[in-house]
């Protein structure tokens, strides 16, 4: 298995609302087989209930009109990285937008982490956690930073291999 995006979290934490997606832009090197995607929640009263994630392509710097992976997982929590398992989905060498979105649980907010990143490299739009994942119109704001969100993958084609072990013990008398 192998990464892309950010794997490591920071100390600065951010809010972000119900009605706010968020999305950053990382490099995929290799031919890949997503399987999952994971992002940082911070610590907050109460924890997020949900979380939905996506993938979507470059076009031009930004991202393109619809995901082409997408999950959900319920139940978030908070503090740690949440995994979220996706349908696998194969994707070229590319630039891609990791995107996420959560469910505050009566505060209206949920917590993020950053820090300093390339310019423009993240994106914030209004968009409703129940609302279908869409473009990024609707008063897109990008900032220069990057976030704890990353993907999980195979390289395509990689071998994979399944090694049975003989529990048998030998010279033994």
């Known amino acids: ?3 892309f995006g950010k794997t490591t979290a920071t100390d600065v934490g951010r809010s ?6 968020r999305a950053c832009r990382f490099t995929l090197i290799e031919e890949a087989d997503v399987q999952s995607i994971s992002v940082f929640l911070g610590l907050i ?3 997020p209930t949900g979380v939905k994630v996506a993938i979507y392509a470059d076009v031009d710097s930004k991202p393109d ?3 082409l992976v997408m999950a959900e ?5 908070y503090g740690v990285f949440y995994r979220v398992v996706t349908a696998v ?8 937008w990791l995107a996420w979105k959560t469910q505050a649980n009566g505060w209206s907010e949920g917590r993020y982490n950053q820090q300093a990143g390339a310019t423009k490299q993240c994106i914030s739009a209004v968009e409703g956690y129940n609302d279908s994942w869409g473009g990024w119109t609707n008063r897109p704001d990008y900032q220069d930073w990057e976030c704890g969100i990353y993907a999980t993958y195979t ?6 291999h399944t090694i049975t072990l003989d529990s048998t013990p030998t010279g033994v008398t």
Do not use: F, H, N, W
């Open 1 to 3: 298995m192998a990464t």
């Open 155 to 160: 390289p395509a084609g990689a071998i994979l």
């Open 89 to 96: 989905g194969r994707l070229p060498p590319a630039d891609y």
């Open 65 to 67: 009109v619809s995901p």
């Open 73 to 77: 997982l319920a139940d978030a929590g």
């Open 45 to 47: 009263e109460p924890a």
């Open 16 to 21: 972000q609302g119900d009605l706010i997606k």
